[in-house]
């Protein structure tokens, strides 16, 4: 699946195309970063590290920074704290598997296998996790932005008017979904022991869906699984995870499985049905909206600054 919270954002991955040949020149200046791991910052509770600053460091010489790096190496890292503590809040992390999917599309962009770029970041004093836990701030923090943003309030009887008046007066359409989600959990401390066989379950379920009215009593037999109804769900609005998946599974039928943080998980599509009323024209101009950079970078700082001056950070 290629949803746009899928990859790094494209000014993001601009800014490394030189990492891989750059990663090569600084192996000779590596210096192991857990020789001088003692608490650097405290953000929020969540600890930094002298060690994390000097990989961030390392990463900012690969992007080519300039000035003070240390001093900027320590800002983001707290910005990354700070805005991790709310994707965390509201639970809207992107799975590992997903960073990892990232991780080696930005490798095979550089003619490069993820073991190989994770070598060289390794060599070069950053440290493949660390550039990954990157990737997953970078992935995730649209999703509160957007979140916060677009889906809060409705869009003025004026503001539907001239969208609607710019198209000829046309009210656009939609598809209307109503789902249902069935997670069968797999606790992180089991992660590693049962989540095949949880998958071996999951998929067994999901092929025998026969309606979203006999979920419920199917899954009272079943060990840990929750099911959610999600209700009224607008194609502009579907998670951008599930988006490819929802959109080609006919209406009354469940989409594959994926794993995710919480363990294994499909959705079902209860029904589905073509929509041009209010909501409908809505969130269609919301999700053209949302397309704008700018107006998402303002929010973005906008959002992070009440983050920044509701944080406790702490500076050893």
């Given amino acids: 699946m290629n949803s746009g919270l899928s990859r790094l954002p494209i000014p993001v991955i601009a800014k490394f195309v030189l990492i891989v040949a750059m990663a090569i020149a600084a192996a000779t200046a590596y210096a192991n970063p857990a020789l001088a791991a003692r608490i650097a910052i405290v953000v929020n509770g969540e600890a930094i590290t002298s060690g994390d600053v000097q990989r961030r460091v390392k990463l900012l010489q690969l992007q080519r920074e300039r000035g003070d790096l240390k001093k900027k190496a320590r800002e983001q890292l707290v910005e990354e704290a700070i805005k991790m503590t709310e994707i965390s809040r509201l639970r809207a992390a992107v799975s590992d598997a997903q960073v990892n999917q990232s991780f080696a599309r930005f490798a095979s962009a550089n003619k490069l296998s993820s073991k190989q770029l994770s070598q060289m970041l390794n060599q070069a004093g950053v440290g493949a996790n660390h550039f990954k836990e990157f990737i997953r701030v970078q992935m995730s923090w ?12 409705r869009m003025s009887t004026e503001d539907l008017v001239a969208k609607m008046l710019e198209r000829g007066g046309e009210k656009p359409k939609t598809t209307e979904y109503i789902l249902q989600q069935v997670i069968f959990v797999v606790p992180a401390a089991k992660r590693k022991s049962i989540l095949n066989s949880r998958k071996r379950e999951a998929d067994s379920m999901r092929g025998r869906f026969v309606s979203c009215d006999s ?41 594959a499985t994926r794993v995710t943080d919480r363990g294994v998980e499909f959705i079902a599509i209860c029904s589905s ?36 001056e509701r944080a406790r950070v702490i500076y050893k």
């Avoid at 649209?142 to 309030?153: E, I, K």
């Avoid at 950079?293 to 920044?308: D, F, I, M, T, V």
């Fill in 142 to 153: 649209p999703r509160v932005v957007n979140a916060r943003f677009n889906s809060g309030g």
């Fill in 215 to 255: 979920t419920r009593q199917f899954a009272k037999g079943l060990r840990d699984v929750s099911v959610r109804d999600l209700g009224r769900v607008m194609q502009p609005a579907l998670p951008p995870d599930w988006k490819a998946l929802i959109e080609k599974t006919p209406s009354g039928k469940a989409t």
């Fill in 273 to 308: 049905r073509e929509v041009s009323d209010d909501l409908a024209a809505e969130m269609v101009f919301r999700s053209e909206q949302s397309a704008d950079a700018g107006s998402r970078n303002k929010n973005s700082e906008k959002y992070l600054k009440e983050l920044r």
